[in-house]
């Protein structure tokens, strides 16, 4: 997501796997890496409610919403992304399973939703994507959105020297856990914390929490 101009199309973002020819590999990598297990933790530390509306930034091929929607707890679940090649997976795979989530193109610093409209924000690995000004202007979006009360459940690649050694690209240095505490509180959001780390197959990942 590195593109400035307006069009969705024109503008550039880094596809889940990096290029968008291989997309098709994104769900099998995940499958291997142990990824569902970490979907499942941060669904476990979002104390998800029945008649919640629930945002996913950055929802890629659905496999986050996938396990909401396996979950049965009559939620309101909407994700957002701006590839339209990983969207389109994510259609078929909640029309498969017949849960109704609603799911739209775009950019999480440019969220087409209403303000203090969710009461759950989820983002799994998606914010490493995105440099420090990105990510900012993405996080206060989900300020905007949130209801009062409302809370940011995260989870994304450990940017420490030991959780990102077997990812190994240099831009996961700035997800080192104080640098994404310091970008939620200023983005305005309030209870920052890190709520815990977890080891997969390829690496490290921390999990985070703020509330609006």
């Known amino acids: 997501m590195t593109g400035h101009a307006q069009d969705h199309h024109q503008r550039q973002y880094i596809p889940a ?3 968008r020819w291989l997309l ?3 769900d099998p990598f995940t499958r291997l890496a142990g990824v569902g297990r970490i979907h499942e933790r941060l669904l476990d530390r979002a104390d998800l409610r029945r ?8 929802c890629g091929t659905g496999n986050l919403l ?3 929607g396996r979950r049965r707890l009559d939620v309101e679940a909407v994700g957002i992304d701006p590839d339209p090649a990983a969207l389109r997976r994510s ?3 909640a029309a498969r399973r017949s849960l109704p989530i609603r799911l739209e193109q775009a950019f999480a610093g440019e969220l087409p939703l209403p303000d203090d409209g969710f009461d759950r924000v989820l983002s799994a690995f998606m914010l490493h ?3 420090e000004a ?3 202007r993405a ?3 989900v300020r905007r959105v949130l209801r009062p009360g409302g809370q940011l459940h995260v989870v994304d690649v450990d940017g420490t020297p030991s959780g990102r050694k077997t990812h190994g690209h240099p831009r996961l240095a700035r997800n080192r856990p104080e640098l994404v505490l310091a970008a939620l509180t200023e983005a305005g959001l309030t209870g920052v914390a890190e709520n815990g780390r977890e080891q997969a197959r390829f690496g490290g990942y921390a999990f985070y929490r703020a509330e609006k």
Not at 51 to 58: A, K, P, S, T
């Open 91 to 93: 259609r078929r795979k």
């Open 51 to 58: 008649g919640q509306r629930v945002l996913e930034i950055g």
């Open 129 to 131: 994507h995105l440099d």
């Open 139 to 141: 996080l206060r979006e």
């Open 134 to 136: 990105e990510r900012l």
């Open 66 to 68: 996938t396990a909401l």
């Open 24 to 26: 098709p590999l994104y």
């Open 17 to 19: 796997m990096g290029k």
